[in-house]
Nanobody
Framework: QLRLVERGGGSAQAGGSLKLSCIFD????????MAWFRQSPGKDREGVAC???????SYADNIKGRFAISRDDAAKTVYLHLNSLKPEDTAMYYC???????????????????WGQGIQVAVSS
């Protein structure tokens, strides 16, 4: 059974930075595409960033240039670096995984099979 565990998050002021970690607890990590999503109250879950098993990266337009996704295959961990934070970045952030052979749209939540429990990010102005 695959389990994703998010760490990090918390509160920051606008313009600040935070770092999220997602630990992949299971087998076959290097065969999976990993992604971060976020969801604010009353809004749909939206894709933030995806990093494929071979390293290709996709970003949502509204965070491009501010957030960075990376992976440490030895540690089976994916990171999301949140920089130049804005109040509108406030949301619950979720880590997700899909077996790379089954991957489709990298920023569509419907394309992911495994999810973490979510972690809160709050940005104040």
């Amino acid at each position: 059974q695959l389990r994703l565990v998010e760490r990090g998050g918390g509160s920051a002021q606008a313009g600040g930075s935070l770092k999220l970690s997602c630990i992949f607890d299971g087998y076959g990590y290097t065969d999976y595409n990993m992604a971060w999503f976020r969801q604010s109250p009353g809004k749909d879950r939206e894709g933030v960033a995806c990093i494929r098993n071979l390293g290709g990266i996709s970003y949502a337009d509204n965070i491009k240039g501010r957030f960075a996704i990376s992976r440490d295959d030895a540690a089976k961990t994916v990171y999301l670096h949140l920089n130049s934070l804005k109040p509108e970045d406030t949301a619950m952030y979720y880590c997700a995984a899909v077996y790379s052979r089954y991957a489709r749209d990298p920023l569509n939540p419907n394309g992911y099979d495994f999810w973490g429990q979510g972690i809160q990010v709050a940005v104040s102005s």
